[in-house]
């Protein structure tokens, strides 16, 4: 069955340094989604991504983070100048034409230092 | 926005007891309500889900009821075993499909 992957599965970073958080999503998927998920804590929503361009994002999701889709396979998301909360797990998924069900990648585990 | 309730946070149940898990939700425009399981450090993974067109789903040892009427909605698993021990997250979606979580239920099944 297939899977979204993501990579890398952990990364340490200083704070104010940027990171690159990399998904592959499901191949026939055309609806991307990054969520962030605070130990301990529930997952919650940062941004949607349809047609190459960004179709909805969260109060979260301001102007550090960024999203790309660089090729026909990569879902990219950059935050540019990190800080101590951005610490978290970070979850791709991707949907279907159904867009109901949401497929998670296995995470980034993220830790700013 | 949609606002989601889940409760208990922990539920600790024995082998082979029934484990029962509410939420409610706030927008009577939501139409989808999945269940996603993580266990420790892994995705979540959908489960079960519901439509709003229907009122009660099963599949095996779990279920799940939507009132649509009162806002919530429910998941029961029977006969529990130790490797259904995960978290066990509630969502609710409506027209943009974007899934709102439930603060999710650490539930612990002892042998």
């Known amino acids: 069955e297939p899977e979204v992957t993501q990579t890398p599965s952990h990364q340490v970073t200083q704070m104010g340094q940027e990171v690159i958080l990399r998904c592959v999503p499901i191949s026939n998927h055309l609806y991307f989604y990054w969520y962030r998920q605070i130990l301990g804590q529930k997952v919650e929503f940062l941004v949607s991504f349809y047609n190459n361009e960004i179709s909805e994002k969260s109060e979260i999701f301001d102007d550090q983070f960024s999203v790309e889709r660089p090729d026909g396979s990569n879902f990219t998301l950059k935050i540019r100048s990190t800080k101590l909360e951005d610490s978290a797990m970070y979850f791709c998924a991707s949907t279907g034409d159904s867009q109901e069900t949401q497929y998670f990648g296995p995470g980034t585990r993220l830790l700013v230092l | 926005g949609e606002n989601v309730e889940q409760h208990p946070s922990t539920l600790s149940v024995q082998e082979g007891d029934s484990a029962v898990i509410k939420c409610t939700y706030s927008d009577s425009a939501s139409n989808y309500f999945p269940w996603y399981k993580q266990e420790l450090g892994k995705r979540p993974q959908l489960i079960i889900d519901i439509r709003s067109n229907v009122g009660e789903k099963k599949d095996q040892r779990i279920a799940v009821t939507l009132n649509k009427t009162a806002k919530h909605f429910s998941l029961h698993i029977t006969e529990t075993q130790p490797e259904d021990s995960a978290v066990y997250f509630c969502?609710?979606?409506?027209?943009?499909?974007?899934?709102?979580f439930g603060r999710g239920t650490s539930l612990i099944v002892h042998p």
């Open positions: 969502a609710a979606s409506g027209g943009s499909y974007i899934p709102t």
